[in-house]
């Protein structure tokens, strides 16, 4: 079995393959001023209550975008789960090439989606990823990373909409029965949800005018599920596609865990 970790900027998402299939899987809150034991017994509670045996796990397999919870993450991994983790960073094996322009700068969690689309579904593709930003990477029919955009996220749009009004309350990010708002809360609502529909549609057509017609939209992160029932511009929803990647970027570099050195 593997243990697959992307800690990401609001959420850290967890999961337990067991050679066939993700069996298990988690959301956490990511929080930067948590330490190490806090995340150590965490991790060990979620993997007891659902009776994972630590030394069961042949490996753990971690990305993570925000460096200050790399190391201690690594040290929870170690101390509460008995492994050191395959840490995905520069100089790893991806299978792909990277035709970034600064390839170090491409987040471990980007890396691992094209990683995953290539193994799993082929290219040209192009990968919308509801996270904390909304990322849009482009693998080229060959299964090369050639880059992508990134806007703000639903939440932070959300928030900084809250923040930076007097009036307009915070409201949850949900589809409103119509698109024309008929009060102030469903009028933010279908701005923010129908707002970020065409954003998508639209860059995914943008996207397919560089990379050819048989581009696949891949669909992952917190909100793919949500948004791909509102569009048809969304091919696949694959939530937990980071996931994948992080296993297929272990069993690339398979008994090279015990060597990385810790962030």
Known sequence: MLLAVDVGNTNITLGVHDGQRWVH???IATAA????????????????????DPDALEGVSLASVVPPLTGKLVQALEQYVGHTPFVV?????????IRYEEPK??????????????????????????????????ITAEGDYLGGAITPGLDVAADALFRRTAKLPKVDVVQPPEVIGRNTVQAIQAGLFYGYVALVEGMVERFRAVLGPEMKVIATGGYATRFARATRAIDIVNPWLTLD???WLWLLNRGQAGKEERS
């Open 25 to 27: 899987h988690w959301r």
């Open 33 to 52: 001023e948590r330490m190490p034991d806090e995340y150590g017994l965490q991790l060990r509670g979620l993997l007891d209550w659902a009776g994972v």
């Open 89 to 97: 960073r520069a100089g790893v094996r991806t299978g792909i090439r």
């Open 105 to 138: 700068a491409v987040g471990a969690d980007r890396i691992a989606d094209a990683v995953a689309v290539k193994q799993q579904y082929g290219g040209p593709a192009c990968v919308v990823d509801f996270g904390t930003a909304i990322t849009f990477d482009a």
């Open 245 to 247: 990647g992080l296993r």
